[in-house]
């Protein structure tokens, strides 16, 4: 590992967005990176860093949702029942978000996972060659990944905006 | 030539073909009506998508908000105490009773009764000035417990001093800054970089502010805000990773954040951005407070959106930015002095040329 501190800062607030986006829980992606970190620390070669790094952190969330897909179950049951509990009067703007918000969460995880993926590490500025090295794709097959996944995050989102219950083409994914 | 397929096009759109390949599928674009169709359609599934992506974000525009780093030693023993200015009059009250009783106490022990009296003589000019600086004391201000404290010594006056004391309490109760916070944050919910700006004269007044705006900003989710002040206080606590880089991660965020906004180039200037498909509003975004940044394009509601392919800045020195298109028809840099006011200097092929850059609000 030739600098985990310039590591750390270059990477760290994408990579935790990155997860965020991909998990829907922002301290569960804390856990991730550091786990991620962590391993870069013990790698004593990196070749391509930002790849390397968004490739790790996404097995490590593979695994983990593989692992325990209760606990995002319960994540997500805690955080309404905190919603309900916690939310008084909320601004129109702060409910036009939400929705907004959640709509985007649905329309996400319609994707199949690695449309997901790919395009939450393009939003992150990584090239085709990153993306196809951290998802093991070919690059050519980079451009139709993101053409896909695009067009039916758009679709999934239109479609549940009005109130469409499934897209054609996409499905749920873990 | 056959018609593009949507996977070269995002390429194409994304500036991930070679130079050779690019230029093919423009040649063939401006030809092909088809294709020129798809290559606008997928255009606006990229942005639409990075619009979708973005509302994931507890703040637009990719943000994770950042605290000012709030340790224990910025908070003063009375505000960790939560004194407000009613209960330090309470306080007060409660110990100049105690003292005066005290004194009296003494006094009759050890003097006679006109003992007594002088006693009470020479505490009445005290009253005066205690009552003067108890008053005063009850101000919003957080120290006034300390500045309460000597008052209390001078003054062995109980009801006096109580009076007062209540009296303008609640007066002078310090106000919360919630709904100006609100506002703020409401108004600039979308704008990263004014979020980042609202943030730092908080900070730098002293005050832990900056978690306030932020936790609002987030769309008063309360869900949401919770998970992101535990989250922005989360990596100073990550020693496993590297002593002090977390922290040093957030002071080098706070110097690159000042920079972070949407910026317009002036389409009436010599040196033409457009003609170099430079886009003439774009956003500098400070995504991972490294030296090296993503400029993101600006959509006409005024939200930062997808990532501008090639385009990347970083901070040259304390007061210049270099701002860098490499995808660009021409390769377009331009250097943005801070401070005063913007110049630049862009260099297309060379050739040195100035150009008005000014800083802008993101709405607009």
Redesign the interface.
């Given at each position: 590992m030739n600098d985990v501190d310039r590591l750390f800062r270059e990477y760290h607030v994408p990579l935790v967005r990155y997860l965020t986006r991909r998990l829907g829980d922002r301290d569960w992606a804390d856990e991730v990176a550091q786990e991620t970190f962590l391993r870069a620390m013990r790698q004593e070669t990196i070749v391509s860093e930002r790849a390397w790094l968004f490739a790790v952190a996404t097995n490590l969330v593979r695994d983990e949702a593989r692992k325990d897909a209760r606990r995002r179950h319960r994540l997500e049951l805690l955080r309404e029942q905190a919603r309900v509990d916690e939310v008084v009067e909320p601004e129109p703007l702060a409910i036009e978000r939400a929705q907004e918000a959640a709509l985007a969460r649905k329309a996400l995880d319609m994707l199949v996972e690695r449309d997901r993926e790919a395009l939450l590490m393009r939003e992150e500025g990584l090239d085709y060659t990153e993306i196809a090295s951290a998802l093991e794709l070919s690059i050519g097959s980079v451009g139709t990944t993101l053409a896909r996944a695009r067009r039916r995050l758009v679709e999934a989102y239109e479609s549940l905006q009005h109130g469409g219950s499934g897209v054609r083409g996409t499905h749920a994914a873990s | 030539m056959q018609h593009l397929?949507?996977?070269?096009?995002?390429?194409w759109l994304?500036g991930?073909l070679a130079e050779r390949e690019a230029a093919v599928v423009a040649a063939h674009v401006a030809e092909c009506r088809d294709c020129a169709a798809l290559v606008a359609e997928?255009r606006g599934?990229?942005a639409?998508?990075?619009n979708?992506?973005?509302?994931?974000?507890?703040v637009r525009g990719?943000v994770?908000p950042m605290s000012a780093p709030t340790s224990a030693g910025q908070h003063s023993l009375w505000r960790r105490l939560r004194l407000t200015p009613a209960r330090a009059a309470l306080a007060a009250t409660l110990l100049i009773a105690v003292a005066s009783l005290l004194s009296v106490r003494r006094g009759k022990e050890g003097v006679v009764g006109d003992s007594v009296a002088q006693a009470r003589t020479e505490a009445a000019p005290t009253v005066a000035p205690a009552l003067q600086s108890a008053t005063s004391v009850a101000t919003p201000s957080h120290d006034s417990g300390v500045r309460l404290s000597d008052a209390v010594s001078e003054a062995p006056s109980a009801k006096s001093v109580k009076v007062k004391t209540m009296a303008n309490a609640p007066a002078s109760a310090p106000r919360p800054r919630a709904d100006t916070v609100?506002k703020l944050a409401?108004d600039q919910?979308f704008s990263r970089a004014v979020v980042a700006s609202g943030a730092s004269p908080a900070s730098s007044n002293g005050q832990p502010a900056a978690a306030p705006p932020a936790a609002k900003t987030m769309?008063?989710?309360?869900?949401?805000a919770?998970?992101?002040r535990?989250?922005e206080v989360?990596?100073q606590a990550?020693p496993?990773?590297?002593g002090g880089?977390?922290r040093?991660?957030l002071k080098?965020?706070a110097a690159m954040t000042e920079l972070e906004g949407c910026y317009q180039v002036r389409s009436d200037s010599g040196a033409s951005a457009t003609s170099s498909g430079v886009p003439t509003r774009f956003a500098l975004v400070n995504?991972?407070?490294?030296?090296s940044h993503?400029v993101r394009a600006i959509s006409p509601e005024g939200r930062i959106d997808?990532?501008v392919p090639g385009g990347t800045w970083q901070r040259l020195t304390p007061d210049m930015i270099q701002v860098s298109f490499a995808n660009a028809r021409q390769p377009f840099a331009l250097t943005l002095r801070v401070g005063g006011g913007l110049a630049s200097q862009s260099d297309v092929r060379d050739q040195t040329a100035s150009l008005p850059v000014t800083r802008i609000d993101c709405r607009r």
């Open positions: - | 397929d949507e996977g070269t096009i995002h390429a994304d991930a997928a599934m990229i639409a998508a990075a979708i992506v973005s509302a994931l974000d507890t990719g994770i609100t409401a919910v769309t008063t989710d309360a869900v949401e919770r998970v992101a535990r989250a989360a990596p990550q496993a990773v590297a880089i977390a040093s991660s080098s965020l995504a991972s407070g490294g030296p993503s997808s990532v």
